[in-house]
């Protein structure tokens, strides 16, 4: 009975508790805190999953990201502000000094409002490039809304994303049914720089593009950008894995579009993801999924009679060694084992300026567990002394970075710890070269030293003059 109460105590701790790795203080950025009537259900969710949600204008005097040094919030939402100007509280390097100290950024544009100077200098210091006029419809004439934008095509309606690479997870379209789709209403798209931090969650299809109807006729010559080209939905994850979301379009978190019922070009009738996306979306960016985190590593020599001490800073040339990590994985509100993908691989290199071994890191079942997994990797240290790092470097896309180095030493070969020649093969000639030189010189000196002198001959006098 204890024990069943226990559980459901730690069950309803776990529901009502903040799920994000980095913290639960959360700053809503508006125009007009009544906007957030329009958001009711994003933010109900937010709460829902323990953040605690703090509104602002872009204008209020008590706004600050920073108090005594330190962040006073861990995340930021950015609406759709008419005003050109954030003011002194939201500069562009007060925004990536938020950054820089692993605060996470949520922002959303609208094709109906331009956006701040501030924005704008922020997304070029990231790489992320909107249209000169910092506004631009995003229509499609072939993957509409029908009942929503029969005329303007500016509601387009796009299947739910799918992983960008076999070897990344795909978070943001999980528990999509067939016939949901992600409806974006009336959003700006970017042009994302070739910036390996840089990952696009959600782009055009091939046959949208631009389009602004209040300085564009009917035929369009310049284009900022079509097709694919156009990220709607975009992340950039910083070296410290701090995360920043570009959303191109705030309508499509507004309750109007959660859950909404749509019909395509062809007439039929669809649900839309967009509730689901959300929750994914600003999960991701708030750091509740796809969360790494280095459990132990251990390094020790790998020979028969060797000590069993773990992680020594001295190694010698030609040792054994195995080098293990262990790593899981936070998803929502739980850490389990984390599984690298089939199609990717946990290096270790061990190197000294350069690597001199890059080798794969196998699952250990044996040091593996449901909350975490174990990899494991053996090999000969190189026959070079010096200062050498064991270095785990995993860098994916929507996934925080691994990095981890152990620095040891590895000395050369003591005097008594050579072999001995006779245990070389190679060394027999020699040695059997040397016996045979040493037996023929103690031959010769017993020859030498036994042998009588020859004899005087008899009547041989030796005549002097």
């Known amino acids: 009975m204890r024990s069943l109460l226990s559980f459901l105590v730690l069950a309803f701790v776990s529901v009502v508790a903040a799920i994000s790795t980095t913290g639960d203080r959360l700053l809503v950025i508006l125009d007009d805190v009544a906007d957030k009537a329009n958001y009711s259900k994003f933010l109900g969710d937010l709460e829902t999953r323990g953040f605690k949600i703090a509104f602002e204008t872009p204008k209020s005097e008590s706004l600050s990201l920073f108090h005594l040094g330190e962040r006073a919030y861990d995340h930021v939402i950015f609406f759709p502000t008419k005003i050109k100007g954030l003011g002194p509280n939201l500069t562009p390097n007060i925004l990536l000094q938020f950054l820089n100290s692993k605060g996470n950024i949520l922002l959303t544009l609208s094709s109906e409002t331009t956006a701040p100077t501030a924005i704008v200098s922020l997304l070029d210091q990231l790489e992320i490039q909107l249209p000169a006029d910092r506004t631009g419809l995003v229509v499609d004439h072939f993957n509409y809304d029908s009942a929503n934008a029969a005329e303007k095509h500016d509601v387009l309606l796009l299947p739910t994303p799918k992983s960008i690479r076999p070897d990344v997870k795909n978070y943001f379209g999980a528990g999509a049914a067939k016939d949901e789709v992600l409806a974006f209403p009336r959003g700006v798209a970017a042009a994302l720089g070739p910036g390996e931090l840089l990952s696009p969650i959600l782009r ?10 209040k300085e564009q006729g009917e035929v369009v010559d310049d284009l900022f950008g079509a097709g694919e080209q156009l990220a709607l939905v975009s992340t950039f ?15 499509m978190l507004q309750d109007a579009w959660f859950d909404a019922k749509v019909k395509t070009v062809d007439g039929k009738a669809a649900k839309t993801f967009n509730r689901n996306f959300a929750t994914q979306v600003s999960g991701w960016t708030f750091q509740e999924i ?3 985190r280095v459990n132990w590593i251990e390094h020790h020599l790998n ?13 010698r040339i030609n040792n054994d060694v195995t080098y293990s990590i262990s790593l899981s994985e936070y998803s929502w509100a739980g850490w389990s084992a984390f599984k690298v993908p089939a199609k990717d691989e946990l290096q270790l290199e061990f190197s000294m300026l350069s690597p001199f071994h890059r080798l794969p890191l196998a699952l250990d079942t044996a040091k593996s567990s449901p909350e975490a997994s174990a990899y494991t990797v053996s090999f000969k240290i190189p026959d070079q002394h010096g200062i050498f790092n064991f270095k785990v470097n995993y860098k994916r896309p929507f996934l925080t970075n ?37 037996t023929g010189w103690l031959g010769f000196c017993a020859l030498w030293m036994y042998s009588a002198p020859a004899g005087k001959k008899a009547g041989i006098v030796k005549k002097t003059q």
């Open 237 to 251: 994850q910083s070296r410290n894995s701090a995360r920043f979301t570009l959303v191109g379009s705030a309508e």
């Open 290 to 292: 796809g969360v790494l």
């Open 303 to 315: 020979e028969a009679g060797a000590s069993n001490e773990s992680n020594p800073e001295l190694y």
């Open 204 to 213: 055009a299809p091939s046959t949208a593009y631009i389009y602004n109807p």
């Open 402 to 438: 691994i990095e981890e180095k152990n620095t040891v030493s590895v000395r050369h070969m003591a005097h008594d710890e050579w072999p001995r020649s006779f245990v070389i093969s190679g060394a027999w000639p020699w040695i059997a070269g040397i016996a045979a030189t040493v």
